[in-house]
Each structure stands twice: as structure tokens, then as C-alpha cells.
């Protein structure tokens, strides 16, 4: 579908998705983001639902201006995938020896690494520029400063939430690998110290939702948000690359006999700014639950736990600002999936995937979410599909 345009406050709202199956407070949220005075243009993606301050499925750009809230506070958080040269017809009938593997390896939900991961002792990790990113540390906001020993223990690790490890095939029975996570504790700290300080600056006093203060071109405040962001984001790249690495060297050694090989990795960012240029003006464009999808860069959309998911390549349409929606994006809340759905639900829902089925991943049933088919077809002139995957193996925080 093309997009369908509702009014704004400042600018038209454009919608990937039919404007009245948004739920109430959700478009509020996107009417409070039209009335900002620094904003450019707001696009809308089909799998949009509501957030904290700005709505999830969301890409807002602005002129000389950037909002914390519209990037939310993990950071960075993204996608990656890699083909490998394994087929289905290579995995075991159980499954659940290689989770546990995984499991192992790679800390969830709250989990972090003993000691820091090694990345010189990784398989074909590229180390440039590590030891830059790591001095950086140093001109971080300065009461985070002194958890540097925990970010570096939570790099590789995946976190909780809808972040996931899985296993994949695509139609044509080649396995893939794919990981979701973001920049960890270290970018939610980061988060929660700038969305505060841009609530106290007095351009912001007079705003229709607080949530959405703005940090100011040119300022004091806004040369150390970006400073922060920008690490933060490359924090949450390498958090994912540090896994991938991890979670291909399980797989090479569950796979001895079949010298497992690897595609090129698929990464992409959906909660991050990117500095860009549309109708020959600069601007910030934020995706909070969106990804880029410029012409022919390559993307990842997942469904949920119990569903499929997508590799793409973007269609660059600039109305859009270049991007797509990063999943299927939920219909519920997590309490209120739990209120609808029984750990017997999950089970039947996840049938034929090697998974958590216990009560403490029910907020993440497949039911929570909107159609992944549905959320595709509604953006058919942003992105085209390469691959079509469904889970074997999901491991969830």
C-alpha cells in the first residue's frame, strides 16, 4: 500500500497502515509529535503501537533538533543475521541440546559474562577500532562513568524482553543465524540521563508531553547527547557482533563434519539517529521501531517467537524517509497478554520451535503481536523481500 496522509499539528501525519486500526493513546502520541516546532516530516509504519514519550514505528526528522524519547532508552537496539552453508537437513530432530549451547555461552535477561569477552580470541572478529571505541568510554555522561566494568561484562550478552536468539530456515531449507538486542543497561542509563536533562531546559517548559523534549543544535546539551548516542549505538553494534561471533562458534562446533561457512552478516539499528539529507535540507532522522530501508540496503524484520520472519532490501522511498517497520510490532501490552494468555497458549503457539514455554516469556506469545503478513503486505513500496524465515530454536532473556 501507499501511504495514507491524516492532518498534523505542524506537518501531515503519513501512515503505512489503515489510520483507523491505531489504537487512541497511539495517535495522541503521534499528534503530540506533529505540534513540535522543530519537525520536518513523520512518517508512520505499519507496525506501530504505543510507547513511552513517542510511539513505537515511528520515524520522526527534524531540523536542527533531536528527541531522546524518540529513540527510547535502549539505545542502538537492532537486528543480525547470517546464511550458513547448513541445511535443514543437517539439524538434529532435538533441538534442545544446541539452545542449551547457546544458553551457555551467551547471558540473558539480566546475565552477564564473568569476565569480559576477548574479541581477539574470536573467530574472523574484526578488532579495528576497538580500543578507540573502549577510550571513548571516558567522555561518557559523568555519573554512568563508573559502571564501565559492567558494560564491558554485558558485551555479547542479549538482555530480556522481545530480545531473542534463534535458529532459522528459510524456504529453500538453508539455515540462518539471527539475534535481537541492543546497548544494554549502559544505554538505558544513558538514556534515562539525557531524556531528564532535556526535560529541565526552558524550550521545553511550554510542550504539549514533556516526554517529547528536545535538545537544541548548537548547545552544550545537545553536543553531549550526541556524543553519548553515537556511542551508545556503536555500543549495541558491537554488542550484536560480539554474540553473532559467539553464537557461530557454537555452531561450527555442535557442526564439526560440516565446516560450517557464513554468509556476509545482515545488521541494522531501529530505535537510533541518523544524520540525513531530503528536499536538499539536513536533518535528524529518528526510527524508534523502524529501520532504514534506503535503496538496496539490506534489512531484517522479524514476526515473534512463534511466527517468521524477513530479510529485505529497502526500496528508498524518500517519503518514507528510507525505512521500514522493524517486526510486526505488538497489539497488546505485555500485562495484558499475560491476562489473556495461559503458558498451554505458548505451547501451542510455539509448537515445533525448541523454546522457553513457561510463564515467564507468555507476555511474548505469538498472540501479542499484529500479523507479521499483514505488516508486510502494508509496506510493499518500502521494502522487498529476499528471504522468507521461519524459527527452529528460539532463546529468549
Given at each position: 500500500?501507499?501511504?495514507?496522509?491524516?492532518?498534523?499539528?505542524?506537518?501531515?501525519?503519513?501512515m503505512?497502515?489503515?489510520?483507523s486500526?491505531?489504537?487512541g493513546?497511539?495517535?495522541?502520541q503521534?499528534?503530540?509529535?506533529?505540534?513540535?516546532?522543530?519537525?520536518?516530516?513523520?512518517?508512520?509504519?505499519?507496525?506501530?503501537?504505543?510507547?513511552?514519550?513517542?510511539?513505537?514505528?515511528?520515524?520522526?526528522?527534524?531540523?536542527?533538533?533531536?528527541?531522546?524519547?524518540?529513540?527510547?532508552?535502549?539505545?542502538?537496539?537492532?537486528?543480525?543475521?547470517?546464511?550458513?552453508?547448513?541445511?535443514?537437513?543437517?539439524?538434529?530432530?532435538?533441538?534442545?541440546?544446541?539452545?542449551?549451547?547457546?544458553?551457555?555461552?551467551?547471558?540473558?535477561?539480566r546475565?552477564?559474562?564473568?569476565?569480559?569477552?576477548?574479541?581477539?580470541?574470536?573467530?574472523?572478529?574484526?578488532?579495528?577500532?576497538?580500543?578507540?571505541?573502549?577510550?571513548?568510554?571516558?567522555?561518557?555522561?559523568?555519573?554512568?562513568?563508573?559502571?564501565?566494568?559492567?558494560?564491558?561484562?554485558?558485551?555479547?550478552?542479549?538482555?530480556?524482553?522481545?530480545?531473542?536468539?534463534?535458529?532459522?530456515i528459510?524456504?529453500?531449507?538453508?539455515?540462518?543465524?539471527?539475534?535481537?538486542s541492543?546497548?544494554?543497561?549502559?544505554?538505558?542509563?544513558?538514556?534515562?540521563?539525557?531524556?531528564?536533562?532535556?526535560?529541565?531546559?526552558?524550550?521545553?517548559?511550554?510542550?504539549?508531553?514533556?516526554?517529547?523534549?528536545?535538545?537544541?543544535?548548537?548547545?552544550?546539551?545537545?553536543?553531549?547527547?550526541?556524543?553519548?548516542?553515537?556511542?551508545?549505538?556503536?555500543?549495541?553494534?558491537?554488542?550484536?557482533?560480539?554474540?553473532?561471533?559467539?553464537?557461530?562458534?557454537?555452531?561450527?562446533?555442535?557442526?564439526?563434519?560440516?565446516?560450517?561457512?557464513?554468509?556476509?552478516?545482515?545488521?541494522?539499528?531501529?530505535?537510533?539517529v541518523?544524520?540525513?539529507?531530503?528536499?536538499?535540507?539536513?536533518?535528524?532522522?529518528?526510527?524508534?521501531?523502524?529501520?532504514?530501508?534506503?535503496?538496496?540496503?539490506?534489512?531484517?524484520?522479524?514476526?515473534?517467537?512463534?511466527?517468521?520472519?524477513?530479510?529485505?532490501?529497502?526500496?528508498?522511498?524518500?517519503?518514507?524517509?528510507?525505512?521500514?517497520?522493524?517486526?510486526?510490532?505488538?497489539?497488546?501490552?505485555?500485562?495484558?497478554?499475560?491476562?489473556?494468555?495461559?503458558?498451554?497458549?505458548?505451547?501451542?503457539?510455539?509448537?515445533?520451535?525448541?523454546?522457553?514455554?513457561?510463564?515467564?516469556?507468555?507476555?511474548?506469545?505469538?498472540?501479542?503481536?499484529?500479523?507479521?503478513?499483514?505488516?508486510?503486505?502494508?509496506?510493499?513500496?518500502?521494502?522487498?523481500?529476499?528471504?522468507?524465515?521461519?524459527?527452529?530454536?528460539?532463546?529468549?532473556?
Open positions: 500500500m501507499s501511504y495514507t496522509e491524516v492532518p498534523g499539528i505542524r506537518v501531515p501525519i503519513r503505512w497502515t489503515n489510520p486500526t491505531v489504537e493513546q497511539a495517535m495522541q503521534l499528534r503530540n509529535i506533529s505540534s513540535l516546532p522543530w519537525l520536518h516530516g513523520l512518517a508512520v509504519m505499519p507496525d506501530v503501537h504505543l510507547g513511552k514519550g513517542a510511539t513505537v514505528g515511528s520515524v520522526i526528522a527534524m531540523k536542527g533538533a533531536v528527541c531522546p524519547a524518540a529513540v527510547g532508552v535502549d539505545i542502538g537496539c537492532g537486528m543480525s543475521a547470517v546464511k550458513t552453508s547448513l541445511t535443514a537437513k543437517d539439524l538434529p530432530d532435538d533441538l534442545s541440546r544446541l539452545r542449551s549451547k547457546i544458553e551457555q555461552v551467551i547471558p540473558v535477561g546475565g552477564l559474562h564473568s569476565d569480559p569477552v576477548d574479541p581477539k580470541k574470536l573467530h574472523g572478529f574484526s578488532t579495528g577500532g576497538w580500543d578507540d571505541f573502549w577510550s571513548r568510554f571516558d567522555g561518557i555522561a559523568g555519573e554512568v562513568k563508573w559502571k564501565r566494568e559492567r558494560a564491558a561484562q554485558q558485551m555479547g550478552s542479549l538482555g530480556g524482553g522481545n530480545h531473542f536468539v534463534e535458529v532459522c528459510d524456504t529453500s531449507g538453508s539455515v540462518w543465524l539471527m539475534l535481537h541492543g546497548s544494554r543497561n549502559i544505554g538505558k542509563e544513558l538514556a534515562e540521563h539525557h531524556m531528564g536533562v532535556a526535560r529541565s531546559l526552558p524550550h521545553n517548559q511550554g510542550l504539549v508531553d514533556r516526554d517529547l523534549a528536545v535538545f537544541i543544535s548548537d548547545t552544550p546539551q545537545m553536543a553531549a547527547y550526541r556524543s553519548d548516542l553515537f556511542w551508545a549505538q556503536e555500543y549495541a553494534k558491537n554488542n550484536r557482533a560480539v554474540m553473532m561471533a559467539l553464537f557461530q562458534d557454537i555452531v561450527r562446533r555442535e557442526f564439526p563434519k560440516a565446516k560450517v561457512a557464513y554468509d556476509q552478516v545482515i545488521s541494522c539499528h531501529h530505535n537510533y541518523s544524520e540525513e539529507r531530503y528536499d536538499g535540507v539536513d536533518l535528524l532522522v529518528t526510527r524508534k521501531g523502524a529501520i532504514r530501508a534506503g535503496s538496496g540496503d539490506y534489512g531484517i524484520i522479524p514476526g515473534s517467537m512463534g511466527t517468521g520472519s524477513y530479510i529485505v532490501r529497502g526500496l528508498g522511498n524518500e517519503a518514507a524517509f528510507n525505512s521500514a517497520s522493524h517486526g510486526a510490532g505488538r497489539k497488546m501490552s505485555r500485562t495484558a497478554a499475560k491476562k489473556t494468555f495461559s503458558t498451554r497458549d505458548l505451547a501451542e503457539q510455539t509448537k515445533g520451535v525448541e523454546c522457553r514455554k513457561d510463564s515467564g516469556v507468555v507476555d511474548e506469545i505469538p498472540g501479542a503481536y499484529k500479523s507479521i503478513e499483514k505488516v508486510m503486505e502494508q509496506q510493499r513500496d518500502l521494502v522487498e523481500v529476499v528471504a522468507q524465515l521461519k524459527q527452529v530454536v528460539c532463546v529468549k532473556g
